[in-house]
């Protein structure tokens, strides 16, 4: 098969080919630079959650930074303790989903993804962050001062 594949390589209009990759850093923030979605903890395609995972991450980004009076330093560790489990699962998924596309060797030891291990892993991977109400947080208006505009005419 491989050799027909590539016989036909030089005359095909629309290859495309990369890897599956996934992200996996120890934090997601330096100084006043926080990062979230694929580029903070992208659990790969294999694990189907990179949306999912990027808009709750936007949204307790936005609430801790706000909850925090906007210093980066506390809104950062706030966001990041809520988000660190949750990310991890939804990446463990993803190797999980990654790896059993490989072709096990003879001496590969069977999968028991009927085990307590994965009912608690994939729990964490939909439940695993809670979503605070931050109605009573103060509006970022507020401290951000006026806002900007453009004096450009059309």
Do not use: C
Request: hydrophobic residues 40%; negative net charge; charged residues 20%.
């Amino acid at each position: 098969m491989t050799p027909d594949i590539l016989a036909h390589l030089d005359d095909t209009p629309d290859f495309y080919l990369d890897q599956v990759a996934q992200v996996v850093m120890d934090r997601w923030s330096s100084g006043r630079v926080g990062l979230l979605g694929d580029a903070a903890f992208s659990s790969s395609p294999m694990s189907g959650q990179g949306t999912g995972l990027a808009l709750v991450g936007a949204y307790l980004l936005a609430g801790e930074l706000a909850a925090a009076g906007w210093d980066p330093d506390a809104g950062f560790a706030r966001y990041e303790a809520r988000m660190r489990s949750f990310v991890e699962a939804n990446q463990e998924i993803g190797r999980l989903n990654a790896r059993s596309r490989d072709v096990p060797g003879p001496d590969a030891e069977p999968r028991d993804f009927g085990g307590e291990w994965f009912a608690e892993l994939v729990g964490r991977a939909i439940n695993g962050v809670e979503l605070p109400d931050y109605a009573e947080v103060p509006d970022s208006a507020a401290s951000a001062g006026s806002p900007i505009t453009s004096s450009a005419k059309p």
